[in-house]
Nanobody, 127 residues
């Protein structure tokens, strides 16, 4: 079993930056695909970014590419999401997700591809 704990959320003004962290339990962190999703009030959970088990391959939602950066430190069992140039529409609960299965690149943005989820961390961007 994998447990995920997000941190780093908070209140930030539009144009500001936040760095989210997701700490994972277990010795096999490096074998997991890691992703970030977000869910705004009244909206469905949507894909933000994913990072492959090793090698630095990354995937981003098209609308977020260039502003958000995902990274991981397998030695620390941690994945990060650097969020820059934040906009009010980025306000949401941000969730960390993990999956141990090999996934096709075409499905890393599908929330049903992930077996493990954190509790989420709130990000609020004010105008």
């Amino acid at each position: 079993q994998v447990q995920l704990v997000e941190s780093g959320g908070g209140l930030v003004q539009a144009g500001g930056s936040l760095r989210l962290s997701c700490a994972a339990s277990g010795r096999t962190f490096s074998s997991y695909l890691m992703g970030w999703f977000r869910q705004a009030p009244g909206k469905e959970r949507e894909f933000v970014a994913a990072i492959m088990r090793s090698g630095g391959s990354k995937s981003y939602a098209d609308s977020l590419k260039g502003r958000f950066t995902i990274s991981r430190d397998n030695a620390k069992n941690t994945v990060y999401l650097q969020m820059n140039s934040l906009k009010p529409e980025d306000t949401a609960v941000y969730y960390c997700a993990a999956d141990a299965k090999p996934l096709h690149p075409s499905v890393v943005a599908d929330r049903t591809s992930y077996d493990y989820w954190g509790q989420g961390t709130q990000v609020t961007v004010s105008s």
